[in-house]
């Protein structure tokens, strides 16, 4: 089901790109240099599964979205607004598609950390989205 779900997720983020949309570029695994920006990333980083009944376990994934974005050259305020614009499109997009086609029962963007580091392509800020994917798995 991971592996499901991360397919799910990087589809859905790809229809962010392009002209209007707001991130440039996405990378299904964790990295510091990028070939543009917005740029985002992503990786799963937990499971938790608690028993339903004697044939179901409810399985929660938890997956860390990551939006990077410049802030040398555009200067703070504007690497902050992109970002904040950016952030509100993803959870959006997240809220509207909740069971994400059906792929899970729900998910919900559960909060993000936002900061910044200087590596890789120089001073970026960025936030991270926790989702939590949860799916009804029968097990017998």
């Known amino acids: 089901m991971i592996t499901t779900i991360r397919a799910k997720i990087l589809a859905m983020l790809n229809t962010q790109i ?20 917005p ?19 409810l399985r929660t994934y938890e997956f860390d979205i990551y939006i990077h974005q410049e802030a040398e050259l555009n200067g703070n305020s504007n ?8 952030t509100e499109a993803i959870i959006s997009m997240f809220d509207k598609n909740y069971t994400m086609d059906g792929v899970v029962d729900w998910c919900r963007p559960i909060g993000f950390d936002a900061g910044f580091y200087n590596e890789g ?3 970026v800020k960025y936030t991270a989205i926790k989702l939590q994917c949860i799916k ?5």
């Open 18 to 37: 392009g002209v209007g949309k707001p991130i440039a570029y996405v990378y299904s695994e964790h990295r510091t240099s990028f070939d543009g920006f």
């Open 39 to 57: 740029a985002i990333t992503f990786e799963p980083t937990k499971m938790d599964s608690k028993e339903e009944d004697n044939v179901n376990n």
């Open 79 to 86: 690497a902050l607004d992109i970002l904040c614009t950016a």
């Open 121 to 123: 392509t120089g001073l």
């Open 136 to 140: 009804s798995e029968y097990i017998n």
